[in-house]
């Protein structure tokens, strides 16, 4: 079974920064891709970056240039630094993983794969 976990997250003014942790541990041999999700009060789960299995990285219009995905595969962590935040980057953030084979960029996850409970982020004005 694989757990995930997320920290780091926390209560920021706007323009500051938070860097997330998402630690995967249980059955973690194979490959597999990574990636972020976000979702505010009342809104929708909504993509915010993913890591493919070449390493390769891809990110949301909205957060891009200003977060950056990265991981270290001897920890099973993944991180999300969090730059120049804005209020409307006020949500729990949630990561997730997909074995397999993936590249490009892309993490195809879906309900069935693992996620983690989440860390909560909010950005004050």
């Known amino acids: 079974q694989v757990q995930l976990v997320e920290s780091g997250g926390g209560s920021v003014q706007a323009g500051g920064s938070l860097r997330l942790s998402c630690a995967v541990s249980?059955?973690?041999?194979?490959?597999?891709?990574l990636g972020w999700y976000r979702q505010a009060a009342g809104k929708q789960r909504e993509w915010v970056s993913s890591?493919?299995?070449?390493?390769?990285?891809s990110y949301a219009n909205s957060v891009k240039g200003r977060f950056t995905i990265s991981s270290d595969n001897a920890k099973n962590t993944l991180y999300l630094q969090m730059n120049s935040l804005k209020p409307e980057d006020t949500a729990k953030y949630y990561c997730?993983?997909?074995?397999?084979?993936?590249?490009?960029?892309?993490?195809?996850?879906?309900?069935?794969?693992?996620w983690g409970q989440g860390t909560l982020v909010t950005v004050s004005s």
């Open positions: 997730a993983a997909k074995w397999g084979m993936y590249y490009g960029g892309q993490c195809p996850l879906n309900a069935r794969d693992p």
């Open positions: 249980g059955y973690t041999s194979g490959t597999y891709c």
């Open positions: 890591m493919s299995t070449d390493g390769d990285t």
